[in-house]
């Protein structure tokens, strides 16, 4: 039998870190998924998945990535049940991850650059080797698409919260 589950969204809001009483670490966090077709009012509609993830891999989600952020999760689907307060049984069907990859670097909800013109520099032998530094877009005779009114001016965008989808 096979169960396995692999996804690629966005974080809706920053994991929540536990220890259970034998010190295991777990991290419970909420994935937004766009759905590849449009809604009759032209919208993608987004699926929101919980996924829970243990141990280690759930210190490093936990401490790495935030509301926002891309990751892709591979895992199995899990269903549980419980009795809440009113006794009702209440069922819960999640993501157990087995892998979190954070798919931007730490620093690129909040550096955003407006256009792809930009690419991750191999790491360097200095101390600051886990940095990301943006390289110049190519401007000059070999761009072929002359003046990019999308170029990154170096301004910031100024967004809120309120303004993001998850």
Known sequence: ???????????????????????????????????????????????????????????????????????GVEGRLQTRSYENNEGRKVFITEVVADSVQFLEPRNARAN??????????PPSNNNNSNSYQPSAPNKGANDPFGDDPFA???????????????
């Open 1 to 71: 039998m096979i169960n396995r589950v692999v996804l690629v969204g966005r974080l809706t809001r920053d994991p929540e870190l536990r220890y259970t009483p034998n010190g295991a670490a777990v991290a419970n966090f909420t994935l937004a998924i766009n759905r590849p077709f449009t809604n009759q009012q032209g919208d993608h509609d987004a699926d929101f998945i919980q996924v829970v993830v243990w141990r280690r891999q759930a210190e490093n989600t936990a401490n790495f990535v935030g509301k926002g952020s891309l990751v």
């Open 112 to 121: 955003a650059p407006s256009t792809n013109n930009y690419s991750q520099q």
């Open 152 to 166: 990154d001016d170096s301004k910031p965008i100024d967004i809120s919260d309120d303004d993001l989808p998850f």
